[in-house]
Nanobody, 123 residues
Framework: VQLQASGGGLVQTGDSLRLSCAAS????????MAWFRQVPGEEREFVAG????????YYADSVKARFTISRDNPKNMLYLQMNSLKPEDTAVYYC?????????????????WGQGTLVTVSS
C-alpha cells in the first residue's frame, strides 16, 4: 500500500479533526501531495496541496483559513488539520501523491491515491 489515510469520523459542526496519510517513501519524499474529497455522485474536489518541501501550500476557497495541510518528510506523513467543520465538509477524503515535486488542483496530476477516510459533520 503506497498511501493509507486515516482519522475520519463523525463530528459536530464547529468541531475539529486531523486526518493523517502514511506514505511509502518512494511516492512521498520528492513528490507534491494533496488532499481531495468526494461526495457520492459528485466529482472529486481539490481541498489542499503542498509541495515536496512544504514551502508552498494551496487551498480551495471553501476551506481556506479553516484547514491546514502539512507534511513530515522524515516520517513520510501527510496531515490535514480541519477546524470549524461544517456539514458541507462531509465527504470521503483522499490523500494523493503527485507525479512531480509540486502539487496541483487537477486530479490527473496524481498517480497514487489512498483508500479514503470518511468525514461526517452533523448539524
Amino acid at each position: 500500500v503506497q498511501l493509507q489515510a486515516s482519522g475520519g469520523g463523525l463530528v459536530q459542526t464547529g468541531d475539529s479533526l486531523r486526518l493523517s496519510c502514511a506514505a511509502s517513501r518512494r511516492v512521498f519524499s520528492n513528490n507534491g501531495m494533496a488532499w481531495f474529497r468526494q461526495v457520492p455522485g459528485e466529482e472529486r474536489e481539490f481541498v489542499a496541496g503542498i509541495d515536496w518541501r512544504g514551502g508552498s501550500r494551496y487551498y480551495a476557497d471553501s476551506v481556506k483559513a479553516r484547514f491546514t495541510i502539512s507534511r513530515d518528510n522524515p516520517k513520510n506523513m501527510l496531515y490535514l488539520q480541519m477546524n470549524s467543520l461544517k456539514p458541507e465538509d462531509t465527504a470521503v477524503y483522499y490523500c494523493a501523491a503527485a507525479r512531480s515535486a509540486v502539487s496541483s488542483r487537477q486530479p490527473s496530476a496524481y498517480n497514487y491515491w489512498g483508500q479514503g477516510t470518511l468525514v461526517t459533520v452533523s448539524s
